[in-house]
C-alpha cells in the first residue's frame, strides 16, 4: 500500500512542480484575488504571468484592473495601453482605461475611448452616458445635450439621463427647462436620488426652502451617507426657523465625516444663536485647528471667549486677527476692553489711542447682536468680511450635480449585492488570528499537533478572516513555496512529503491559488485517507473556488458538493471540532440552507461557547428565516465577544 501511495506520489510530482510556471493558473489566481479584493496580491500574481508570458493581453488587463481599485489611475492606464497594444480587439479595456483617464481628468482621451469602444459596440448605454459626461466636464454642453438626446431616444426609460439633461439646462441657466426634465426622471424613476439633488440644488438657488428641505430629504432616505446633503438641508431649516432640525442635520454631518469644515463652523453659529456658547467656541476651537488661518473662525472665537470671560484668550485671537487686519477698529476696541478688564491699562489705552486717532471725529460703531436674520444669511467661505462674522458659510462654488460614471467597475469588484455578509470561513494559514479582542488566540489540537510533529518551515495557524499580504509579505509566501518545492523533489520519505505537501497547500491558498492548493491536498489524502487538516483545508478552498466561479457565471454545484464531501469526511474523523463545524455552517449559508446552517452554528457553539463569529453567522441566519429577536440575541453576544461590527447590524434589525 505504501508502495502504490509512494509511485502514485512520483508520477504526480513532475506535474506539480511544471504547474509552478502555469500561466493561466496565475492568471485565476490572481482573478481570484481580485474578486475578494487582495488587490496587492492580485498584482503580484499578474506580475509573475507576465514575466512568464510577457505577449499575453489578459495579465496586463488583469493588473490595470487591480491598480485601478487601488487608485493607481496612471499605472491602470498604461497597463490598459499595453493590453491593446497586444491585443487591440477587447472592448472592455477601452472602457477601463477610459474610466482611468477620467479619473486623471483626461476628458478628451476618454472620449477617444468611448468612440473606439462605440465602434465595437454600438448599443452599449454606459459608453453613450460616460461620453457625454465627460463633454460636459470639457463645457462642450451643446455636443453633450445631443448625446443625451441620442440616449433618450434609444433608453427612454433611463432615468440618468434626464437628469445630467436637467443638470446642464442649469449650467446653461435654464432652470425653466431642467424643473421641466426633472420632473420627467422623477416620472420614470422616483427613486432617483441625482434627480431629486437636482431639484434640492434649484430650489436653493431659488430660496425656496421649504422646497430644498423636503427634496433633500429624499435624496437623505436614498444616500443617507452623502454629507453635503445634511449641510444643505441644514441651511435651509435655517431659514425656516427650525433650528432643532438644523443642530440635528450638522450633528449628523459631524458624525459621517468629523472633519466637516462647513458642519463644525456652522454649527458653531447656531449654538451661539441657541445660547450654548461653550460648546460652540468647542466647534471653533476644532475649525481653527483644521485651518489655523482662518481668520473669520479666529475672530468668531474671540467674540466667544471674550462674551465667556476667557479674556486671556480672546486677547490672543484678536491679536491674531489685528496682525492680519491692523485698520480693524473694532476689533481694536474690543481687545481693549478685554485689557481694560484685567487690569492692562497701558495696553488698553494704546489700542483705544488707535481707535482715536483714526476715528478723531467718529462715532465708533457697536458690532450687531447675533439674531435669528442674520444666522441665516450666507457668505462664501473665501470671503473675509467682518460685518458677515455670524453669517452661515457656504461653499466658494456649489457643484450644480455629482457624476457618477456607468461602470462594470462601479463598487466592488465582484459586484455582490449582498446585504448580510457573514463572517469566512476558518482556514490554515501562516498569519495568526486577529480580532479586537485583545488576547484572544485560536487554538485547535489538530493544528498544534501538526505543527509539533512536521517541524513546518513556517508555523500554522488557524484564522478567520486573514488581513490582505503586503509586497513583502507575498513574495515571502512565494519564496516559501519555491523551497517547498524543491523539498519535496528531494524527498523520499512518503510521509515527510505528506507534511510538506500540506504546507505548500497552505502557501497556496494563503495566496489564494486554490487550484494548486486543493491539488496538493488530494495528493496528501491520496497518501493518508485519515488526515482531517487535508480534508478540512481542501474543503474551505473548494467553497472559496465555489464562490469565485458562482461570480463567473459557472455551474458551481460540483465544487460545492466536494466541498461538503470534506467537510462531512473532516467532522467524522474529529466529531468536537467547532472550526469545522462552523466552516460546514458557512457553506450551508452560502448555499442557502440557512436550517442546516443554524443546526452547524449550534455545535460549533456547544464546542466552543466563545466562538463570536458562530454567534454573528447563526444571528445573520436566524434574521434570514425570519426569526428576528433570535438572531438579535446572537448578534449581541457576538458583540459582547469582541466583534463589534455586529452592533450596526443589530441597530439594522432592531426597526421594525
Known sequence: MLTRALLFLMALLPLRASAQFNVDRLIMSGRSALYYEDYVLAIQHF?????????????????????????????????????????????????????????????????EDYDRALKDEPSAQNFWFNRALCRIELKDYERAQLELDTIIQKWGKYARAYTVKAG??????????????????????????????TRASISLSRSNWKEADEQLGQVIHLKPQMVSCYVNRALARLNTNNLRGAMADYDTAIDLDPDNFLAHYNRGLLRVQVGDDNRAIEDFNYVVSMEPKNIMAIYNRALLLHKTGDLRGAIRDYTRVLEEFPNFWTGLYRRADCYRRLGMTNQAENDEFKVFKAQMDKHIGIQPRWSRNQVSQTRKKSEIDFDKYNHVVVEDEEPVMEHEYESVYR???????????????YVLSFMPYANVV???????????????????????????????????????VFALTDSLTTLILDSRDV????????QR????????????????????????????LAYWQRGVCEAAMNEFNSSQGTDSKIKGASALYDLNRAIALETDNAYIYY???????????YAEAIDDYSKAIAANHNMAEAYYNRGLAYIHTNERKKGIADLSKSGELGLYGAYSMIKKFSKP
Not at 510533529?453 to 509586497?471: F, H, W
Not at 466552516?583 to 440552507?593: P, T, V
Open 168 to 197: 446642464v439646462c442649469l449650467m446653461q441657466a435654464d432652470t425653466t427647462a431642467a424643473a421641466t426634465w426633472l420632473d420627467k426622471a422623477l416620472k420614470i424613476d422616483p427613486y432617483d436620488w441625482e434627480s431629486w439633488l
Open 505 to 532: 497547500a497552505v502557501a497556496y491558498s494563503v495566496v489564494q491559488n486554490y487550484g494548486d492548493a486543493i491539488d496538493d491536498l488530494t495528493t496528501c489524502i491520496g497518501i493518508d485517507s485519515t488526515l482531517v
Open 47 to 111: 506580475n509573475r504571468a507576465i514575466a512568464s508570458k510577457p505577449y499575453r493581453y489578459e495579465p496586463w488587463f488583469y493588473r490595470g484592473v487591480a491598480k485601478f481599485y487601488l487608485d493607481d489611475f496612471a499605472g491602470a492606464e498604461d497597463d490598459c495601453t499595453e493590453a491593446l497594444n497586444l491585443n487591440p480587439y477587447v472592448t472592455g479595456i477601452y472602457e477601463l482605461r477610459g474610466l482611468c483617464r477620467i479619473r486623471e481628468s483626461k476628458y478628451q482621451e476618454a472620449i
Open 438 to 476: 485583545k488576547g484572544y488566540q485560536v487554538f485547535d489540537a489538530e493544528v498544534e499537533a501538526f505543527n509539533q510533529k512536521s517541524k513546518p518551515l513556517q508555523r500554522v495557524y488557524l484564522t478567520c478572516n486573514p488581513a490582505s499580504l503586503s509586497e513583502q509579505q507575498t513574495k515571502k
Open 495 to 502: 510521509q515527510v512529503t505528506k507534511y510538506l505537501l500540506l
Open 583 to 593: 466552516d460546514r455552517g458557512n457553506l450551508h449559508y452560502m448555499q442557502g440552507d
Open 411 to 425: 463598487g466592488k469588484v465582484q459586484n455582490r449585492k449582498v446585504d448580510l455578509d457573514q463572517m469566512p470561513m
